[in-house]
């Protein structure tokens, strides 16, 4: 089955890829033709993902999944959120966490979450499906692996923080492959 992972982020096709096994001809956005800057301005994160599937779907007649992601911290009323990707006014992701950080000085609480939501749309049907990991913001950047909030982000049960971690080590507990896993046995059960 071929299915256009809509996404342009190198390390998410990476992840995706590694997971979906011998079943799926996984094609990227460029190799469908889309050059397109996929919408995202649903102002939630499952309408993010739904956007920029439906976009593709729309435009391309490609059966293709997307997904949208982002960082709920409890004390910041569950800032960065759909914002998480831009939360400095920009992409930088040591300028996203340094704001972070800095919002959460005087909080006494770090409890965070990140939520992935994939929407799949399939010979024109859509399905979502959502991954959440529960942890904490550590107080300052630790790690060299992953990407985004990785640095200061440790998930509950564990001692370190996603970027202290190996992409398999991460790849079996995040928000990301808990949604992944969800389409793919629902992916599965359709080629049956």
């Avoid at 996984?26 to 889309?34: E, H, S, Y």
């Avoid at 024109?124 to 909030?149: D, L, M």
Wanted: hydrophobic share 35%.
């Amino acid at each position: 089955m071929e299915l256009c992972f809509a996404t342009n982020n190198q390390h998410k096709l990476a992840e995706v890829s590694a997971k979906l096994g011998d079943s799926f001809i996984l094609k990227t956005l460029q190799d469908i033709g889309c050059t397109d800057e996929l919408p995202e301005t649903s102002g939630t994160i499952p309408g993010n993902s739904r956007q920029k599937a439906d976009y593709v779907w729309t435009n391309f007649g490609v059966s293709c999944f997307a997904d949208d992601s982002g960082l709920e911290v409890d004390a910041l009323n569950g800032e960065p959120g759909v914002d998480s990707a831009f939360y400095s006014g920009s992409r930088d992701s040591e300028k996203n966490i340094q704001k972070l950080l800095a919002n959460l000085s005087n909080k006494p609480s770090r409890k965070a979450r990140f939520i992935t939501v994939f929407t799949l749309v399939l010979h024109s049907v859509e399905h979502q499906f959502e991954g959440i990991i529960e942890g904490q913001i550590v107080t300052e950047p630790r790690g060299s692996g992953g990407f985004g909030y990785d640095p200061v982000f440790q998930p509950d049960g564990y001692d370190r923080t996603f970027a202290e971690m190996t992409i398999d080590e991460k790849g079996l507990i995040s928000h990301r492959s808990r949604a992944l896993a969800k389409m793919i046995t629902y992916l599965q059960n359709q080629i049956k």
